[in-house]
């Protein structure tokens, strides 16, 4: 079993979408989430951190459930410029090491 | 503006030979890097934790012969594929923390004929 597992779509949507990405990780004892985005054959950018009450950034929101070991994020109003990889990312034990899913992949239509 | 540069972004070597990449951390000091190997339509995969001036620590299946590190300074870590083949063909990422946040290099896309 992955660490860190995504659903690799794609998901296709029209632009003004709301779509939502959802992860799994399997270390309990992962202390830190992220979600990165990575355009093709670009390097990884983070995108936003995931706390468990929640964030939200613009029209980006991120949800961590430990219990659940989830992690979402949610896009709303999607723009062309979304299109890109969404990478899930777990620390591995505070080690600073991170650990990344497979990516799921985000294309927005006009 | 990027905080962790590397060098070339782009090297197609010949079966055998050995590439070398550097990854500069620009403006602050890293004592750890981490080098990262992607494969098309895969994750990162991390290869190994750079230390400045002690041995890199290398994950699972990563040969440390074949992959040298070295971390001279406290801004700049160095990965040579040694010997390298067909299959080493990969992007390699390195990447840098600072103020608690992971920064990437460009990557470095190598093709090995």
């Known amino acids: 079993r992955k660490e860190v597992e995504q659903d690799p779509g794609p998901f296709n949507v029209p632009e003004g979408a709301t779509v939502a990405f959802n992860c799994t990780y399997s270390?309990?004892?992962?202390?830190?989430f992220f979600w990165y985005r990575q355009d093709c054959r670009k390097e990884p950018k983070l995108l936003m951190s995931?706390?468990?009450s929640g964030n939200e950034d613009g029209r980006f929101t991120a949800q961590l459930n430990r219990a659940s070991q989830y992690i979402s994020l949610l896009i709303r109003d999607s723009k062309l410029s979304d299109s890109a990889t969404y990478l899930c990312?777990?620390?591995?034990?505070?080690?600073?090491?991170?650990?990344f899913g497979q990516g799921t992949t985000l294309q927005v239509k006009p | 503006g990027a905080v962790v540069s590397q060098h070339p972004s782009r090297v197609i070597c010949k079966s055998g030979t050995s590439v070398k990449i550097e990854c500069r951390s620009l403006?602050?000091?890293?004592?750890?890097m981490f080098w990262y190997r992607q494969f098309p339509k895969q994750s990162l995969m991390l290869m190994a934790t750079?230390?400045?001036?002690?041995?890199?620590?290398?994950e699972q299946g990563v040969e440390k012969d074949k992959f040298l590190i070295n971390h001279a300074s406290l801004t700049l870590s160095t990965l040579t594929v040694t010997s390298a083949h067909p299959e080493d063909s990969s992007f390699y990422i390195c990447?840098?923390?600072?103020?608690?946040?992971?920064?990437f290099g460009p990557g470095t896309r190598l093709t090995v004929t």
């Open positions: 990447s840098a923390t600072r103020d608690h946040e992971q920064y």
């Open positions: 270390n309990s004892a992962s202390q830190s």
């Open positions: 995931v706390y468990s």
């Open positions: 990312v777990a620390d591995s034990s505070n080690t600073g090491k991170l650990i």
């Open positions: 403006d602050f000091q890293a004592t750890t």
């Open positions: 750079s230390n400045e001036g002690s041995k890199a620590t290398y």
